[in-house]
């Protein structure tokens, strides 16, 4: 093999590195989207410098555009500004199958598909994507974020309230994902808490609730790793 495509999560650079030198793929490339951008939006090229092909997401598709934005004003960001990750083009999807309002929370009136990615643009054109602006999973007493892992770039953990006077113990919560999901769903940690820690508008603060699970899990070193 002498190429191919890194996606699917974060990716930790030192494992990209890897890839090239011990896989021998030189041409190894990064693509980023989602399965509402079918499914991609960036990605490097072949014949970028290594530095750009495993510390970026690339640059955008030909015929796509794609640009970050203040998540409050939707104004656009200057380079190197964290902000979320906005694309539009002929890549991204018609809608949600019968969600028109699903839809038209993730499909703004000028056809911006907003990812929910907190991502910045470097001043060569190339995007990092940095963190998530908001939740893929929340269903009631139950948050899923992701947590550093330096081998996979993240991994999952499930942070739950039990109703009163229920108990559980993770093995039972993993078994009963495992009766219901696939293997591969299966959150790798599993934490029971009494609340979530929120702002004053009373919307979760996911990135404290990563900042807890590091200290708590002992992820510190993982989570002192670069990821593209």
């Known amino acids: 093999m002498r190429t191919g495509i890194m996606a699917g999560s974060p990716c930790p650079i030192a494992v990209m590195r890897d890839v090239v030198e011990k896989m021998h793929m030189p041409e190894i490339v ?35 555009e794609c640009k970050i934005v203040d998540p ?23 809608g949600y199958y019968k969600m028109p309002k699903a839809t038209a929370s993730a499909i703004d009136k ?56 229920e108990t559980m113990t993770v093995e039972e919560m993993k078994q009963y994902v495992l009766d219901h999901m696939a293997k591969h769903k299966v959150p790798k940690y599993i934490d029971f808490v009494d609340g979530f820690p929120m702002n004053d508008a009373g919307k979760i603060q996911k990135y404290k609730m990563r900042e807890m699970a590091v200290e708590k899990l002992g992820l510190q070193k993982d989570a002192a790793i670069e990821t593209a």
């Open 110 to 165: 000028d056809g911006w598909l907003h990812t929910g990615d907190l991502a910045c643009r470097t001043p060569e054109g190339n995007y990092r994507i940095t963190g998530r602006l908001k939740d893929m999973i929340i269903r009631g007493g139950v948050q899923v974020i992701g947590v550093p892992d330096k081998a996979m770039g993240e991994e999952i953990m499930a942070c739950i309230i039990l109703k009163e006077g």
């Open 30 to 64: 990064i693509v980023y989207g989602q399965t509402e951008a079918s499914p991609g939006c960036t990605m490097s090229r072949t014949t970028d410098p290594l530095e750009v092909r495993v510390a970026t997401v690339g640059s955008a598709f030909p015929e796509i």
């Open 72 to 94: 409050e004003t939707g104004e656009d960001c200057p380079d190197e500004v964290i902000g979320e990750f906005v694309a539009r083009g002929y890549n991204i999807m018609k």
